[in-house]
């Protein structure tokens, strides 16, 4: 079975500053695809950036970066320079040979000005 | 490009009776999701679809949940004999079913379904 954890419930970053966002992961899958969704109040889902489980590198989009360390099943989002438009829910999801999107439960990020 | 469209954005209906949600979504894409949000949790896995073909069904889907897509296109999910316990945001989902893996499923707006 596949399984996405984001232990941290909310986060806290002052503005201008970075900050992780942790995910772990679970699958028996030999290939899949790691996602993280912003959903800001207004309820839209944002997809932000894709790692997949062969990639070499990690991936970055602007201020967005995977942290994707295999071993460890981990695949923690760095938000560089933070906004105030970056508070939001931010979700980790994992996709495997099957084809559907699992989601983590979400981690709020509030930005401080 | 008009993005993925859901009907109605709200409903309110009383306990016992069915109620239908629309989806279209991306003209191009050939996948295409449902999924159920309750407040302060991530989308929960309903069903998906490739083309017109139901490929999966979460066993956690009550026979009061039936989805459609009957030429490929747009999409139905109609919940029968409502309960309380329904309401939540359904949100609908597509996307390339090409290099499946990466690519990525864009949201609709979500019909949030209030059962009284």
């Known amino acids: 079975a596949q399984k996405i954890t984001q232990t941290q419930p909310g986060m806290f970053v002052q503005e201008k500053e970075a900050v992780t966002l942790d995910c772990t992961y679970d699958?028996?899958?030999?290939?899949?695809?790691l996602f993280w969704y912003k959903q800001p109040s207004s309820g839209e889902m944002i997809f932000l950036i894709y790692q997949g489980s062969y990639d070499q590198q990690n991936a970055t989009e602007g201020r967005y970066s995977l942290n994707f360390q295999k071993a460890r099943k981990s695949a923690n989002l760095v938000i560089s320079a933070s906004q105030l438009g970056d508070s939001a829910m931010y979700f980790c999801?994992?996709?495997?040979?099957?084809?559907?999107?699992?989601f983590g439960q979400g981690t709020e990020l509030s930005v401080k000005p | 490009d008009t993005g993925v469209s859901q009907n109605p954005r709200h409903k309110i209906t009383k306990r016992g009776q069915n109620v239908t949600f629309r989806c279209d979504p991306i003209?191009?894409?050939?996948?295409l999701y449902w999924y159920r949000q309750t407040l302060g949790q991530g989308p929960e896995f309903l069903t998906y679809f490739q083309n017109e073909a139901q490929l999966e069904k979460s066993r956690l889907l009550s026979d009061r949940f039936s989805a459609e897509r009957p030429k490929g296109s747009f999409s139905t999910l109609e919940i029968q004999r409502t309960e309380q316990g329904d309401s939540a945001m359904y949100l609908c989902?597509?996307?390339?079913?090409?290099?499946?893996?990466?690519?990525?499923?864009?949201f609709g707006n979500g019909t949030r379904l209030t059962v009284t």
């Open positions: 699958t028996s899958d030999p290939s899949y695809g």
């Open positions: 003209s191009e894409h050939n996948r």
């Open positions: 999801a994992m996709r495997g040979t099957r084809g559907k999107l699992i």
């Open positions: 989902a597509s996307s390339l079913s090409r290099d499946r893996k990466s690519s990525p499923l864009h």
